[in-house]
């Protein structure tokens, strides 16, 4: 059974900074590309940042140089460090990784950014 388990989110004030993470079991890690997306109440859904098995990563526009995506695929955990934090950033965070046909969600993780 595929699980993937996120967790990191939480309330930080702006400037501030948070690491995500999201722990799969029950796929080959190493193969899939990966990736976080985010939702704002009101917003659909956006990508964040991705990467592929072994490919360059992609950043959105409004977080480049400020977030770091990373795998460790040991571990089976990918990561997304939050730096420089804004109001704008708040929004449930979604793990996904997908290969192929396969396509899997993480449960999502609430990211507040306030003052």
């Known amino acids: 059974q595929v699980q993937l388990v996120e967790s990191g989110g939480g309330l930080v004030q702006p400037g501030g900074s948070l690491r995500l993470s999201c722990t799969a079991s029950?796929?080959?890690?190493?193969?899939?590309?990966v990736g976080w997306y985010r939702q704002a109440p009101g917003k659909q859904r956006e990508l964040v940042s991705n990467?592929?098995?072994?490919?360059?990563?992609y950043y959105a526009a409004s977080v480049k140089g400020r977030f770091t995506l990373f795998r460790d695929n040991t571990m089976r955990t990918l990561y997304l460090q939050m730096n420089s934090l804004q109001p704008e950033d708040t929004a449930v965070y979604y793990c996904?990784?997908?290969?192929?046909?396969?396509?899997?969600w993480g449960q999502g993780t609430q990211v507040t950014v306030s003052s």
């Open positions: 996904n990784f997908k290969y192929a046909d396969e396509d899997y």
């Open positions: 029950g796929i080959r890690f190493n193969i899939f590309a």
């Open positions: 990467m592929g098995s072994i490919g360059a990563v």
